[in-house]
Each structure stands twice: as C-alpha cells, then as structure tokens.
C-alpha cells in the first residue's frame, strides 16, 4: 500500500509536466509575443533582438518552459500585464471564493443525493424509484448555467429573495451553491443508488437479519457503509470537477473566483495571467484526483488487501 | 428425439443475428429507450428541416418593431432582443450543437478505439504507453483544454471539435482496451491466428467487432455529455460566436434580457436538455440491453 502511494505520487510529476507543458506550448503559439507592445520606430534591430533576448524569445520554447516551472515551484508566476499585481498573489486571493462555494454546494449536493439514493434503492423497480432515477436523469442533462440562469430569474429578479451575484453576504452564496449542488446531487444520486442495489444483494445482509438486526441498523450501518466506498468516490471526483470547472457557475453568478479570474485575464489577452490561472487549476486537479484515488484504496479494505505483503494474504 | 427436431434445435441455437439486429430486439421492450430514440428522431428530423428550409438570412432578419414578444401563434417561442424570430433561431441552431457533438465523438471513438484495441490486444510495452499517455490526456477537464485551445486557435468549429473529442477519447481507450481484453484469449482468435492473419487485421476484424457492445453504450452517453459541454463552452464566449445561433450561445444572449423577456433563455436551454436527456436514456436503456449478465 506505502509504495503504491509512493508511486501513484511520484507518477504525479511527469503527469503535471507533460500537461502543464501541453498548455504552456499552447498559449506559446498564440500569434505575438510580449515584447510586440514594446517595439517602437526608432528601435533599430539590434534593440529589438536585445529586447527578445530579455524575455528569452531567442531560445527554444522548452527553455522557457523550464524556467517557467522552475518559478512555478518557487510561487513565481511572474506579473499580470494589465494590473502589474503578482500571478500567485492574484490567484490565491480568488481561489478561497471558489473553494467555499464548491464546499457548500457539496454539502448541498450529497445532503439531497444520500437520502434519494438510499430511498430509490430501497424501493427499487417501484414507480418511486422510476421517479427518483428519471429526476436524476433530468439534472443530469440540465445546464448549469441554464439552470443558473432559472433559478436567478425566478429569486432574484422575479421575486427578490436574494442577490444576483456576489456581494459579501451569505445569501449570495444560495442561488450558486444550490445551483451546482443540485447538479452534483444528480449524479451521486445515481451512483449512490447503484451502489446501494449492489451491496443490497450481498449474503452478509441476509445474515445480519437473520441474527435480528433491525432494519434500520441493517440499512445504515450494514448497508450504507459498504455502499459508501463507491459514493466517496463520486463526491471527491464533483469536488474536483467544480472547482475546476467553477468558470461556467462564476459566469453566470458573477462571482469572484479563480474560474472568472482566468476568463477575464483571457479576454484581456493578459498571457502570464491566463497561462499561470489554468496550470494552477490543472494542478490542483490532477492532484484532487489522486488523493480521491489513494482515499480509495485506503477506505476499502478489499483494495489495501491487494497491496498487503504476500506472506500475509496467504494466511487470510 | 428425431433427427429432423434435433436440427431445429440446433439451427435455433445458432441463429445467428446481427449485433445491430440484437440490440433492437432488447431495446423494443425498453420503454426509457424507445422513449429517448423517438425523441431523439423527431429532433434530427427538425434539425434536417432547419437545413434545407431555414435560411441564413431568415434568422439573422432584424425586427426593431418586434423586440421581445411573448410566444404566440405567430412567433412560437417569441422574439429576441433584436425581433429575430427565437423558434426559427433554436431550429437553425441545433445542426451546430449536433454536428459537432456527432463530430467530436465520432473522432474520440475513432482514436480511442483505434489505441485502445491496440493496447489490450498487444499488451507489454505497448500497453504501457499508451495506457500512460490516456492518463495524462484524461487529467485535463474539457472546460479548460477547450478555453485554452479556442483562445490560442481562434473561435472556429474545427478547434471546438478537436478540444471536445480528444477530451473525450480517454474513455473510449480505456473501454476498448477492457473490451479487447475479455475476448483476447477466445478461440477465434486463436484459430486466426493459426490460420496466418495478421496482428492488424484480428485485432480489426475479429477481437473488436466482439468486444463493441459496452464501447456502443459509451458512445450514446458519450454524445449526451458533449453537447452539455459544447454549449457550456459557447455560454463562456469561448465556443460558436453569438450572431450564429448555437444553443449554448444563445442562452448567453438570452441573459442579459432573462427580466424583461426570460422566453430567450428557456427555450434554445429546453431543447439542450431535451436532447441530453434523450441520449441519457437510449444510453441507459442500451447498457441494460448490452449488459452481458442479463444475456438469456
């Protein structure tokens, strides 16, 4: 299990490099440079050839990129071009906006998706459980930003209950969180029901009320926590997805987060900016994933069984 | 027994049938995903009429005296806020969601398959790469590989297309390469390759036509999920530009006027999920149709 994890860490490197360096190059071949700007009539061409030389422009790409993720390690990202503010600074000013409103909206999501799930699985192949699923089904396919939208015009401009887009106060935060709760409670309301169904078959329930487990017990406690290895998974997994993802619901609420920073620094051709926003948020994805993978395996006992020294799963 | 009911029996057991053939056969008794392939076909329908009898200058005609109308019987779903009428707009804007949603997954299934079947048929070191490179590709989300590459590249549908299929195309390597797995070590395959066929052509012609069914399942989710994704994009301003009618880009329109006239917003959004939910539940109803442990 320890060199498993050790592993899956250090595949982490050249994972965040090749992807890093795939948007690096990316944005590096976008038609200019930085120096464009600069260049004035009276700059012979040696000037100009200094100039380039100054932000390494003479050099192949790759060296650029080195030294980009050489300071990237240090917390240097370099400058945004339009405000002269730190990139790391920026960033991580706007990234707490972003990460309380995917932790509330988790909340919401998973306290809307257990129950459904659980109560679906139970009932399963019931008119209750075609309705459950088919809702689900529905937030699946609904937009967030469409639902956004609804939901912005039905309590904030239609009866004003609470704010259109961020303002400071907790009330701002109910339309976005609910927003993308309930997109993130419609999948894990499939996922918890599947698992549920599954582990529902299993002989060790059977067992258990055959010693007069009570139902309740059987359910929560039997059940549900074998159930929740898979629904863990998915939870993680949504966090990750909105926080990378969190430009769509910013959008829509106008709400300060690391997604609006990094359309905004796009728009406005800021490059180290756009560059520094979405490696940061490539990163901080990639590595969610493997945390949610590694709870994975340290959650499940099956799974830490497989990376358990031989000699002791043979006395097993 | 007789010899004449032996051979029925045996010609019964052996009744060959399509895959194609087969999947209808479980599919008919699938309310969930007969549901969703008539609706899914009377929108192509729609979309084929918005191709050969909405014209260009139809949807881009100007109305001053008509801005924001209510839907009527003359403007079904109302007008915009330059008196455009929304129905003829929304019409004419689903051969983009769909054309490019088809596109994107057509080629993420064409390389991830193509990958995918090599890896699970060779193994080794072959599998190693690619298997790798798969996880490196899937570890960026569509959102961001989709703004970097439209920013960088421009605002066209090639560009959309490329970002949205090779975000996607991870998941079909992984499934085929699963698939391809399973039937490896069958006989056929043995017998193919007794007979001298080439590593190129078992793996094409005998091990992944058997291996397809779960790669079909996929593919119908698969094409939910990037017209979500597509219109996601063009609602940011980084996929189909507004003056076309995409769906996605004409909620984006739509919200800046969602008080006065919030009919802008519903609509183009009704037909996206109206169509993510459509291929939700073909996909749906075609794993449990596909599902082997349900095989009779």
Not at chain 1, 60 to 88: A, E
């Amino acid at each position: 299990m320890f060199i498993y994890s050790i592993k899956r860490i250090l595949w982490l490197i050249p994972t965040i490099i090749c992807v890093s360096f795939i948007i690096y190059a990316l944005m590096d071949l976008a038609p200019g440079t930085v120096v464009d700007s600069m260049i004035t009539s009276e700059m012979t061409k040696e000037d100009i050839a200094e100039l380039r030389a100054q932000y390494d422009l003479d050099k192949p790409m790759v060296y650029r990129y080195g030294k980009y993720m050489l300071r990237l390690v240090q917390g240097d990202l370099g400058k945004s071009q339009v405000s002269g503010l730190s990139v790391w600074d920026l960033y991580t000013s706007r990234f707490p906006m972003t990460l309380r409103l995917a932790l509330v909206s988790l909340c919401i999501g998973v306290a809307i998706a257990l129950p459904l799930g659980i109560f679906a699985a139970l009932h399963s192949g019931t008119i209750w459980d075609n309705l459950t699923t088919g809702i689900a089904l529905i937030g699946i396919s609904m937009p967030s930003f469409w639902t956004g939208l609804l939901l912005l015009f039905a309590f904030s401009y239609h009866i004003k209950i609470f704010p259109s887009g961020y303002n400071g106060t907790l009330a701002s935060y109910v339309l976005p969180a609910v927003t993308s709760g309930f997109m993130m409670s419609a999948s894990t309301t499939r996922q918890t029901r599947s698992a549920m169904l599954e582990v529902l078959r299993q002989d060790y329930l059977r067992t258990a009320r055959a010693k007069g487990v009570s139902e309740r017990m059987i359910i929560i406690k039997h059940a549900l926590g074998n159930a929740l290895i898979p629904i863990i998974t998915q939870v993680g997994m949504m966090l990750a997805f909105s926080l990378a993802g969190s430009v769509v619901i910013e959008t829509v609420f106008m709400w300060p987060g690391i997604g609006q920073l990094t359309i905004e620094a796009i728009n406005r051709r800021d490059t180290p900016l756009a560059c520094g926003g979405i490696i940061l948020t490539l990163i901080l994805f990639i590595t969610m994933l493997l945390i949610v993978d590694l709870l994975y395996a340290l959650v499940d006992p099956r799974i830490r069984a497989q990376f358990a020294p031989a000699r002791r799963r043979k006395s097993a | 027994m007789n010899k004449k009911s032996s051979q029925t029996l045996i010609s019964q057991k052996y009744d060959r049938k399509g895959l194609l053939s087969e999947i209808w056969q479980r599919i008919r008794t699938n309310p969930g995903a007969v549901l969703g392939m008539i609706v899914l076909c009377i929108l192509m329908l729609t979309m084929l009429y918005g191709i050969f009898f909405i014209s260009y200058e139809q949807v881009t005609k100007m109305n001053p005296l008509q801005r924001f109308k209510p839907p009527s019987a003359e403007h079904w779903f109302g007008t915009d806020e330059m008196g455009r009428d929304l129905f003829l707009r929304v019409i004419y804007g689903l051969r983009y969601s769909y054309s490019l949603a088809i596109g994107a997954v057509a080629m993420a299934f064409v390389i991830g398959t193509f990958f995918g079947s090599l890896a699970g048929f060779f193994g080794g070191r072959v599998d190693t790469i690619i298997m790798r490179t798969t996880d490196i590709m899937s570890s960026v989300p569509t959102i961001l590989l989709g703004m970097v590459i439209v920013s960088v590249l421009g605002s066209s549908t090639l560009n959309l297309l490329l970002a949205i299929g090779i975000t996607a195309s991870p998941m079909f390597v992984r499934m085929s390469r699963a698939s391809v797995l399973t039937v490896r070590g069958n006989e056929y395959v043995e017998a193919a390759q007794a007979i001298g066929m080439s590593n190129f052509r078992i793996v094409f012609t005998q091990a992944l036509p058997n291996a397809l069914s779960p790669l079909i399942v996929t593919l119908t989710s698969r094409m939910g999920t990037a017209i979500l994704e597509i219109a996601s994009l063009s609602f940011i301003g980084f996929g189909i530009k507004v003056p076309l009618p995409e769906l996605g880009a004409l909620v984006s329109s739509g919200r800046n006027f969602i008080n006065p006239a919030p009919h802008i917003t519903i609509f183009p959004g009704l037909f996206i999920v109206l169509t993510t939910f459509s291929f939700a539940m073909l996909g749906d109803g075609l794993r449990d149709a596909l599902d082997p442990r349900l095989k009779k």
